[in-house]
C-alpha cells in the first residue's frame, strides 16, 4: 500500500483516476482501517486529503453552513451555532461509535462508506445537505441523497471524491431531529433510524416536511409521502397516522441477528413519529 | 514494502521513526518505539486499550495510521505521569483498586483524563457514555467510574 498526501484536489483527483490498483480515501479511518485490518479491503493507494484547504473548516455560507469532509463528529459537535441550525443533523453525527471514534470519523466518510445504517445520513438527506465532489474533470454539487447507491456502494465515479457538504440556510421556526433503534445505551449499529426535519408558520402549521428512514432499505430512504402528509397540521394523529403508514409502506428492509422485517418496518414508524414531535417543539411549535 | 520517515512529538518529546504506510500508530508506538502501554485488545476500535491523545484529542491508536503522526501531537500513558510523582488518576486507580488485570487501565486513565480536561464536574451518566469505547472485562466498571470522580473532586479542589 502506498500512502499520499496530494499538494492540490486536483492532484489528487488525477492520482486517484490513474491508479489502477484499489484506493482508498483516509479521512478518520474509522471504517477504511477497520477493512483494513480484517483483510476486507487491502488498497494499494491511500489518498489523505485531511491537510488540504476547508477540510478541517466549518464555514458559515448563505445562512448555512459547510462542513469540510474531514470535520469529526467532535468538533460538529462543539460548533455551537451548527448544532443550533441543524440538531437533527448533529445529533445523528455524535451517535457516531464512542469518543474515541468521535476523535476521528467524518459525515463524508459515514455517507461514502455506503452502510444503509449510517447515522449522519438520514439527517443530511432531509437537510438537503449538498456535497461538493471534486473530480478529474472538476467541481460537481451532488445532493446527498443521490451519493449511496447500495451496501457498501455510491455514485461517485472513479477520480471524486467530497471535499465539503453544504448544510443550508433554514427560517427560525424550522428543526430537525433523528433518533435510531438499537438494543444497548451506545455503541451499536441502527436497527432502524429516522429523520425529521419541519420548517412551520407563525400559527404552528407544518409548512414543508422531509422525512428519511435508515437501516431499513439497502440505502438510507427519503420518504416523500410521509413528508407530505405533516404538511398543513400541526402534528394531529391524522397527520401523525399518514407518516406512520407512508413509512412503513416504504420500508424494503432484510432479516439479520440485529431485527426482523417486521420489527425494523415497525419501529422505523414508531421513531419517525418521535422525531417528527422532537422537531416540532424544537421548531417551537405548540400543538 | 519500503518504510516512511515520520517526525513527530511524543509526550512532549520531538521523536523519529521508520514505519510501513499499513502500519497502525499503536504498532508504531509498542514496536518500534518501545511504548507498551497502550493495548491491543481488538485492533478494530471497539475497546479502547490502545487510547491516546492524537492533537488532543482521543484516539483508538489502532485505527490512525503511523504515518498519519507527522508532525502532529501524541500523547500516551507513558507521559502521564509527572517524573515519580503519579497523576491523581493513576494514583487513586491504585489506592481504591479500580483494576485487576489491568489490561483496559492505562486506555481508561487515557480517556477519563481527556474528560475531565473538558469537563472538570461530569455526571456519573456523562462518564459512563464517555468511557463506552473503554470495554474492561474484570472491574464491572463501578470501582473505574468511582475512582474517576474521586480523582476529578481531588483535581477540583487542587
Ligand atoms: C467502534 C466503532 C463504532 C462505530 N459506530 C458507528 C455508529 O454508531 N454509527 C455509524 O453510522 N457508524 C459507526 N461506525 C462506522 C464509522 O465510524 C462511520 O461510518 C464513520 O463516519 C466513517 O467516517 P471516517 O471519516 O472514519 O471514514 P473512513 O474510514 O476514513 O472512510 C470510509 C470510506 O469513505 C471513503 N471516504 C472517506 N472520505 C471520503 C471523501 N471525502 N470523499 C469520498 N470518499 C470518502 C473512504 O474511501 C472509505 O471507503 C463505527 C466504527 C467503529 C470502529
Ligand atoms: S485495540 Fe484499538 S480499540 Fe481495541
Ligand atoms: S481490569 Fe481487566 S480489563 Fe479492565
Redesign the pocket.
Known amino acids: 500500500m502506498r500512502y499520499v498526501k496530494p499538494q492540490s484536489f486536483e492532484a489528487a483527483a488525477t492520482l486517484l483516476h490513474e491508479e489502477a490498483g484499489i484506493a482508498r480515501i483516509l479521512a478518520g479511518g474509522t471504517d477504511v482501517l477497520v477493512q483494513l485490518k480484517a483483510e476486507m479491503v487491502e488498497p494499494d493507494l491511500m489518498v489523505d486529503l485531511k491537510h488540504l484547504p476547508g477540510m478541517r473548516e466549518i464555514v458559515a455560507e448563505d445562512g448555512g453552513f459547510r462542513v469540510g469532509a474531514a470535520v469529526s463528529g467532535a468538533e460538529m459537535g462543539e460548533h455551537a451555532a451548527l448544532k443550533a441550525m441543524w440538531p437533527g443533523v448533529v445529533e445523528g453525527v455524535e451517535l457516531i461509535g464512542s469518543s474515541?471514534v468521535q476523535s476521528r470519523a467524518t459525515m463524508a466518510g459515514n455517507l461514502c462508506t455506503g452502510s444503509p445504517a449510517g447515522d449522519s445520513v438520514p439527517a443530511m438527506v432531509t437537510a438537503g445537505a449538498v456535497a461538493r465532489v471534486q473530480g478529474p474533470d472538476g467541481v460537481r454539487d451532488v445532493p446527498v441523497v443521490d451519493i449511496p447507491t447500495g451496501p457498501g456502494k455510491n455514485s461517485l465515479a472513479k477520480g471524486e471524491f467530497i471535499t465539503s457538504i453544504l448544510l443550508p440556510a433554514r427560517p427560525d421556526t424550522a428543526s430537525d431531529a433523528y433518533l435510531r433503534f438499537i438494543p444497548r445505551t451506545e455503541m451499536d449499529i441502527a436497527v432502524s433510524s429516522a429523520a425529521v426535519s419541519l420548517e412551520l408558520d407563525s400559527d404552528g402549521v407544518v409548512t414543508a416536511a422531509h422525512v428519511a428512514v435508515g437501516a431499513v432499505a439497502p440505502t438510507v430512504l427519503l420518504v416523500q409521502d410521509a413528508g407530505v402528509a405533516l404538511v398543513g397540521s400541526k402534528l394531529d394523529d391524522a397527520a401523525i397516522a399518514g407518516l406512520v403508514a407512508a413509512v412503513e409502506a416504504a420500508c424494503n428492509p432484510i432479516t439479520d441477528k440485529r431485527g426482523t422485517i417486521e420489527f425494523r418496518t415497525k419501529t422505523a414508524g414508531v421513531l419517525a413519529k418521535r422525531a417528527a414531535h422532537i422537531a416540532y417543539a424544537r421548531a417551537g411549535g405548540q400543538a | 514494502m519500503k518504510t516512511i520517515p515520520v517526525e513527530t512529538t511524543i509526550n512532549g518529546d520531538s521523536a523519529e521513526f521508520l514505519c510501513h504506510a499499513d502500519e497502525s500508530l499503536?504498532d508504531v508506538l509498542r514496536d518500534r518505539l518501545g511504548l507498551t502501554g497502550a493495548?491491543?485488545?481488538?485492533?478494530?476500535?471497539?475497546?479502547?486499550?490502545?487510547?491516546v491523545m492524537l492533537n488532543g484529542r482521543v484516539v483508538?491508536?489502532?485505527?490512525v495510521l503511523g504515518v498519519e503522526a507527522q508532525g502532529a501531537e501524541v500523547e500516551t500513558i507513558e507521559g502521564m505521569a509527572n517524573g515519580e510523582e503519579l497523576h491523581p488518576l493513576q494514583r487513586i486507580f491504585l489506592e481504591e483498586a479500580a483494576l485487576q488485570c489491568g489490561v483496559c487501565t492505562p486506555?481508561i486513565l487515557v480517556a477519563a483524563k481527556a474528560l475531565l480536561e473538558k469537563n472538570p464536574d461530569p455526571t456519573d451518566t456523562e462518564l459512563r457514555y464517555w468511557l463506552a469505547?473503554n470495554l474492561c472485562r474484570c472491574t464491572g466498571y463501578d470501582k473505574i467510574i468511582k475512582a474517576v470522580q474521586t480523582a476529578a473532586a481531588e483535581m477540583r479542589s487542587a
Open positions: 474515541q | 499503536l493495548k491491543e485488545g481488538c485492533g478494530t476500535g471497539d475497546c479502547g486499550a490502545c487510547s483508538c491508536s489502532c485505527l486506555g469505547g
